[in-house]
Structures are given as structure tokens and as C-alpha cells.
């Protein structure tokens, strides 16, 4: 309603401006009144009108009522400003958290194939330009049609001949529009693209700052940076241009039209067939046909960019989760932890992964409730793809996995994601302090819990010593604290989980020899009783282990226990001979660092 007297409350005035002229200003001889029409400009307006003493408190009262319109305007004007203003954040802000929450159901391999800058602009860069599109377009458009459907129908109940003339520039507007509509459009499309790309691009330089530092590659990075937004301004300036070319010629139209207007009213009240009110009124109800026409071009820019902007959103959402939640599937505990394969082969999809070849062959494996089995071979084999398809971040191209001997696929996403610990192989942390860090495992953990975590992986000294303790912040990803403090916060999140299949991929990879074996004596306590699948490059990570699996080109080659897998002198035998030595020399390092110490 708001929205309506906004726009309909001013259609008033012009009536109001021609009855005062017509009807309460007293009239001058004929010849006058059409120099007052002609030559208006030369002569004196306040001479020229005489107010009868009758009609005199007919004006007062009518200008009074049109000073209470004028504030009454500017009241419904700012609810119709603030109502449509949360109206239209209402919708940016729904578009914009749907768009986050399908993001959260799409699969690994989607951000393997996305830059994470990418997303993030999508998610940021398109919803601010949809914004426009739904504050100003879709509230305003509306609004504005209305409006004009109401003018022309008064333009044409005052005089319909000069309605039509007035009327006469309609074609060639929609000509404009239906022309420059598609070019806009298609820079803005690309406008956002490289948008887009020089977002990733601009992530990724960011997240590896300091292999650019270290490189001193930073002119080299300015440089590209200035080259890739050099791009960006083209495409911009590219829009800009369009734009200005459409608005300069509609406004010669909307401007140009008037004077052929003013010319032939002019003649009809020289030749007595219209009066002078009327034609003010209708020059005036002119700006309210006009002015529409060239807010609509003016919007029609901004609808191009934000519906290329929305187009881009939709094919994000229209990208379906390829890893769902089974018709069949329940939120079934797991109690024993035992994992089998059979017969498993798995491709990625993404060409840049080996070129689509297969990552896992037919691969068959039992693995024990409460069993270690460590899973070794040479970079590039298939450990961590392996351990990935356990809790479903891929689907096996072929085969099945069980646990507990039901396929994952009728375990809920939730219930199964919930029974593992994963400790990944890069020790991502929140921007935020060890508590909410430790507490995105277990939100419900109790002070006593997280200490405990803390105490298992030996990080309790440590954080009891920072000058925040336990609610410091660690920066993006964990900066703030070295990466095998990292690598033991994540331990310790893992442990607070306390699920019955915990899953370790390069989990002491970032830590030095002392605290790797502080952290398995805390471990060996932590997982009694529970499925462990172990990933490490260190063999003497594996040595303890109930089962070794050996991996090679994605194919199981060898399993057993580590005295079984030297006996044998196949591939596992080749690998750790090919450590002894660094494994032989560590211990003597250390001595060294000793007695440099001493």
C-alpha cells in the first residue's frame, strides 16, 4: 500500500494545478491568457492574475490540502523506502543462505574442481548484484508500470489527440531496449567471469604467500594482479559504454518528445479547443509518462548485470549432490567399527585428476572391529582416496563398502559422518580460539572433556602457558602456533569426537620424533577397542599396526603384519629399507642437537 500511494498520490497534483488555473484564478481577456501561454517567459505571472475574493478561501483550502498531501507523500515514501528495504535484504539474505546450504551438500569432487575464491564470489559478488535486481527492479518496476498504465489513461481522458502523440516514441523505445538489453547482459556476464577469476586467483595467491615471498616472485604477482583487473576494467568500462550509449539515446527521445507536444497544445488553445490548465496539467502528467520510460532503461542496466549474476547463481544450484541420503538409508549406529571392501574401483571425474584414470582397482579388504591397519605405498597410490570412501566424500564408480556388514549407502550421511574421526592430512583450523576449534567436534564438551583432549596429545602445558590459554585465537587456519601444534589440535578434536572408526591421514606427518611418540602413547590409550586406518609416509608409523595394507597404482599388492611383509621382501621390504637409513639416522641427529644444546 505504501508502494501504491508513493506512486499514485502525486497523479493528484496536476489536476489540482489545473483547476486552480481554470477554474479559482480569475480569467483574463483571451488574448492575454494566450500570451500567457506563448510567451510566458516575458511576462509578468503575478500581473497577470487577479483572485476574486470568492474563489480566494477555495485556494487556501485547496493549497492547504495539497501542503498535507505533499507531507503525507513524504511519510508514505519512507515506509515504502523501509519496508521495501527489508523486503528485498529479506530475499538477498534467504538467496544467499540457500546458496551457502547447497554448497554444504555438494561432494568433494565439486571443490576439487573449483577454486575456492571462485565459490566464494559466487557466493558474495552474485547475490550483491541479484540484490539490485530484486531492491530496485522487481519493487520499483512494478511500482513504475502501475504508475504509467495510470497517466496514459488520464492522458487520454484530457485530450486524447495529444495522448497519442505523446504516445508516438513508445516503438522506438522498445527498440532501444530490445537492442542494447542483450549486449548489456552479455558484458555483464563476462564482467562477472573475470570477476570471478581474478577473485580465485587473488585466494590462492593469498593462501600462498609465503612460497611467493620466498620466491621473490612479489613483482611478478603485482603485475599479473594489474593485468588481470586491466581485464576486469575493460569488460567494466565495455558496460559503462553501453549503457551511457542507451540512456543518451532515450533521454534525446523522452526529452525531444515534449516540445512536439507543447507545439500542438499550444495551437489548440490558440484555436480555443483546450484550455490553459489542461495543457499544464498534461505537460505536467508528461514527466510522469517519461520519466518511467527512462527509469526503466536505467533499470534495465542493472537488471542485465543482476541477471547474469542470478543465471550464474542458478547453475550453482542446479548442480545436483551427487552423494545423498539413500531412500532406504537410517541413522544406524556403528558398534563393532569393521570395515569391508568389495570389490571396489574408483575413478575421479575431474580431467585433472591423472586424466580420468582409474585411482582404486577391484579392491577387496576386510579390516576388523577394533584392529590398526595401516594403509602405506608410495605417493600417489590411493591411501587417502581409499580412506575418503569410507565416510562417502566419493562414491565408489564400482563395488561396495560396508561397515558393520551393511552398505554405507543405508547408513544416513549424518549417522555415518558422526561414527568417524578423520584427522586429515593438512591440520585445518578455524580462525577463531582452541575452544571453538576443539568444540566444532563436540559442541556439548564440558571444560573437564576439553582439557582431557588437550592433556592426550600433550598440548595442555602449552596452552595453558599463552596469554589467552584456552580462548586464544590461532589466525586463519591456525597460523598463529607451529604445524605440529596444528596437527595435535586436530588430534584432540578427533579424540573429543570419540567415534568408533577413527581415521589418520599423515596424522604426525607436521610433528617432530619426541612429540610423534608422545602422541602414540596418548593414542594407544585413546583408540583401545575402536577401528583405526592409519595413512603415513613414516613406516615405523605402521610397525605396531595389527594389519599393514600395501598400495601400489591403486591396486592392493600386499597385507600383514609388518615381521610377515619383511619376510616376504615384496614391495613393503623395499620401502622401509629405503627408510632404514634416515629411521637409523634421526636417532643420531637428535644426539647431536644435544650436545650442541649442552
Not at 500567457?36 to 490540502?65: E, F, R, S
Not at 489542461?278 to 502528467?285: D, G, I, K, N
Not at 585433472?352 to 585411482?359: I, T
Not at 551393511?406 to 549424518?414: P, W
Request: hydrophobic residues 50%; charged residues 20%.
Amino acid at each position: 500500500m505504501a508502494g501504491i500511494g508513493k506512486f499514485t498520490l502525486p497523479l493528484i497534483f496536476p489536476l489540482a494545478f489545473k483547476y486552480i488555473i481554470d477554474d479559482l484564478l480569475s480569467p483574463q481577456p483571451r488574448l492575454d491568457r494566450v500570451n500567457l501561454a506563448l510567451n510566458h517567459y516575458c511576462i509578468d505571472l503575478v500581473g497577470m492574475l487577479q483572485i476574486t475574493p470568492a474563489p480566494k478561501h477555495k485556494l487556501a483550502a485547496l493549497i492547504a490540502t495539497m501542503f498535507i498531501l505533499y507531507v503525507f507523500q513524504s511519510i508514505v515514501s519512507y515506509y515504502r523506502n523501509y519496508w521495501a528495504g527489508i523486503a528485498g535484504n529479506r530475499v538477498i539474505l534467504e538467496m544467499q543462505s540457500k546458496l551457502f546450504a547447497h554448497l554444504q551438500q555438494l561432494p568433494h569432487a565439486f571443490f576439487d574442481r573449483n577454486p575456492a575464491g571462485s565459490i566464494v564470489s559466487r557466493v558474495l559478488n552474485d547475490v550483491h548484484e541479484a540484490h539490485e535486481l530484486v531492491n530496485s527492479v522487481l519493487i520499483d518496476v512494478w511500482m513504475d508500470a502501475l504508475s504509467l498504465m495510470l497517466v496514459v489513461a488520464v492522458l487520454f481522458a484530457m485530450n486524447w489527440q495529444l495522448a497519442l502523440i505523446a504516445l508516438c516514441i513508445a516503438p522506438v523505445w522498445v527498440a532501444f531496449m530490445r537492442y542494447f538489453a542483450p549486449k548489456i547482459k552479455a558484458v555483464s556476464h563476462l564482467t562477472q567471469e573475470t570477476l570471478e577469476r581474478i577473485s580465485g586467483e587473488a585466494h590462492e595467491r593469498i593462501v600462498n604467500i609465503t612460497t611467493i615471498k620466498s620466491f621473490g616472485r612479489e613483482a611478478h604477482e603485482i603485475q599479473q594482479f594489474a593485468n588481470r583487473s586491466e581485464r576486469l576494467y575493460e569488460r567494466t568500462i565495455d558496460k559503462v559504454k553501453l549503457a551511457a550509449q542507451q540512456e543518451m539515446l532515450i533521454q534525446l527521445l523522452t526529452r525531444s518528445a515534449p516540445t512536439v507536444v507543447i507545439w500542438i497544445g499550444a495551437l489548440m488553445i490558440l484555436r480555443g479547443t483546450m484550455t490553459l490548465g489542461t495543457m499544464v496539467a498534461f505537460f505536467t502528467y508528461l514527466g510522469f509518462l517519461y520519466l518511467p520510460l527512462e527509469r526503466f532503461a536505467q533499470l534495465s542496466v542493472m537488471m542485465s548485470s543482476s541477471v547474469a549474476a542470478i543465471e550464474r547463481i542458478f547453475e550453482l544450484l542446479d548442480i545436483k549432490p551427487e552423494i545423498t541420503d539413500h531412500p532406504l538409508s537410517r541413522p544406524f549406529p556403528v558398534r563393532h567399527g569393521t570395515v569391508q571392501f568389495d570389490h571396489v574401483t574408483f575413478s575421479f571425474v575431474a580431467p585433472d585428476k591423472v586424466l580420468g584414470q582409474k585411482a582404486l582397482i577391484d579392491l577387496n579388504l576386510k579390516i576388523p572391529g577394533g584392529y590398526k591397519v595401516a594403509l602405506v605405498g608410495r605417493s600417489g597410490a590411493g591411501k587417502t582416496t581409499l580412506a575418503s570412501l569410507i565416510p562417502r566424500f566419493y562414491e565408489a564408480s564400482a563395488g561396495r563398502i560396508l561397515i558393520d556388514d551393511k552398505d554405507v549407502r543405508h547408513y544416513t550421511l549424518k549417522s555415518l559422518r558422526d561414527s568417524i574421526s578423520l584427522v586429515a592430512q593438512d591440520a585445518l583450523l578455524f580462525n577463531a580460539s582452541i575452544r571453538d576449534n576443539l568444540l566444532y567436534a563436540r559442541p556439548d564438551a564440558s571444560e573437564k572433556m576439553l582439557w582431557q583432549a588437550l592433556e592426550l596429545v600433550k598440548m595442555r602445558d602449552f596452552v595453558e602457558q599463552l596469554y589467552g590459554g584456552i580462548d586464544t585465537i590461532i589466525g586463519e587456519a591456525g597460523v598463529k602456533i607451529s604445524g605440529g601444534q596444528r596437527q595435535r589440535i586436530t588430534l584432540a578434536r578427533a579424540f573429543l569426537k570419540d567415534s568408533r572408526i577413527v581415521i589418520l591421514d599423515e596424522a604426525t606427518s607436521a610433528i617432530d620424533s619426541e612429540a610423534e611418540n608422545l602422541i602414540h602413547d596418548a593414542m594407544d590409550s585413546l583408540i583401545d577397542g575402536r577401528t583405526v586406518i592409519l595413512i603415513a609416509h613414516r613406516l615405523r608409523s605402521a610397525i605396531n599396526a595389527d594389519m599393514i595394507v600395501v598400495l601400489d597404482r591403486g591396486r592392493i599388492v600386499e597385507t600383514g603384519t609388518h615381521t610377515d611383509l619383511l619376510c616376504r621382501g615384496g614391495t613393503y621390504a623395499r620401502l622401509f629399507s629405503q627408510q632404514a637409513r634416515s629411521l637409523a639416522v634421526e636417532p643420531v641427529l637428535a644426539d647431536i642437537h644435544s650436545m650442541m644444546d649442552a
